[in-house]
């Protein structure tokens, strides 16, 4: 008689994946969402459990023939999963998404780091939520969503979801499903190319989410489909403290300042490789870092995803992140280098 191992069904507590250093996952399934889009089931080589919030996100090592590259995914999957997680890729232009759809196959591994940020309800609360998310964007969402029917969280939300066609939209007899288990879940799906096509406006949201103003909101997306929505959330009413969004459109980075004749220059030493450079004060580290030609890994560069997170030996920095580094990290004396600049001489951990 062939035995057949019950392993995979049981579930046993686990210890957590380590959310500050670069650790393997193991690729356990792939499967198309649509034609561009692929979903990967991926679970921590050593057995430990990644512990997440909605709207939380990785960051990748993706080894391609160009080079190491670090990309940001957000969980698509339900935080009450204890099997791995889910991120859904859409193949795009560069070296990035289109290697990992060639390359991450069952049985595959790639080194990740995090899981970090602070977009989802857990950093936004709210009683009544605007969900608005254009193509991949939908990811966080659809993790908010499968942690609510999951959790029985009676959830109270209007998703708007744009897409260039109705074969673009992601996941939508799940939301249907879902919806099912969510009662107060109104899914409302844009189609923005073909026959019946609309136009994503301030004009059509405030007519789609008539409760915009009273609601929390939620945007993910590119960054100028971010700013139509930003600024009819602000004209329809919608607070700062109840509008929240997200983007790994890294197409428009923060521009650097070109320092002045005059702008003092501080030295970076990095206390392992003895190495030293220049860095102006109103210059990044990371760009001082890159300018000298030196490794340090990267991503978001916007102080988000703390792919460049490093410990800070001594010295003073200004610093303006975007959730990318938690407070009792600073105090412990990590920085972000993409968005720090030295106010003094540094020595980095490096
Ligand atoms: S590269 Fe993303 S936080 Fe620095």
Redesign the pocket.
């Known amino acids: 008689m062939t035995m057949i191992d019950a392993a995979p069904w049981i579930t046993r507590r686990r210890r957590r994946f380590p959310p500050e250093a670069w650790a393997p996952l193991l690729c356990k399934a792939t499967w198309d969402e649509t034609h561009d889009v692929r979903t990967f089931l991926l679970a921590p080589v050593d057995g430990s459990r990644i512990d997440h919030d909605p709207g939380q996100f990785m960051t990748f090592q993706i080894d391609t023939p160009q080079g190491t590259v670090e990309r940001c995914y957000t969980i698509a999957s339900s935080a009450s999963r204890d099997g791995g997680i889910e991120i859904s890729v859409k193949r795009q232009a560069g070296a990035g998404s289109a290697h990992l759809h060639e390359t991450l196959v069952p049985g595959a591994t790639i080194l990740a780091f995090g899981p970090s940020g602070r977009f989802g309800p857990v950093s936004w609360p709210g009683e009544k939520y605007t969900l608005i998310a254009a193509g991949t964007g939908i990811t966080p969402i659809l993790s908010m969503l499968r942690t609510a029917a999951d959790r029985g969280i009676a959830l109270d939300a209007t998703l708007i979801h744009v897409s260039p066609t109705e074969a673009d939209l992601i996941a939508t007899q799940e939301i249907a499903l879902l919806s099912r288990r969510l009662p107060h879940l109104t899914y409302v799906p844009i189609i923005t190319r073909g026959p019946g096509a609309s136009r994503p406006s301030a004009g059509l949201l405030n007519s789609l989410a008539p409760g915009l103003a009273d609601s929390t909101v939620l945007c993910c997306g590119p960054q100028s489909f971010m700013e139509m929505v930003r600024a009819a959330a602000r004209d329809a009413g919608v607070p700062p403290e109840r509008y929240g969004e997200e983007s790994f459109d890294f197409s428009s980075p923060e521009a650097e300042i070109t320092p002045a004749a005059d702008t003092p220059v501080r030295s970076i030493s990095f206390a392992r490789t003895g190495k030293t450079f220049e860095c102006a004060e109103t210059t990044t580290i ?1 760009s001082a870092v890159k300018a000298a030609g030196l490794p340090l890994p ?12 490093i410990f800070k030996h001594s010295g003073e920095v200004t610093m303006a ?1 975007e959730g ?1 580094i938690r407070q009792r990290e600073i105090d412990r004396g990590f920085i ?4 720090s600049r030295p106010l003094t001489d540094i020595v980095l951990d490096c």
């Open positions: 990371l990267s991503s978001c560069a916007r102080g988000m995803c703390g792919t460049c997170k992140h990318g972000l280098p993409c968005v």
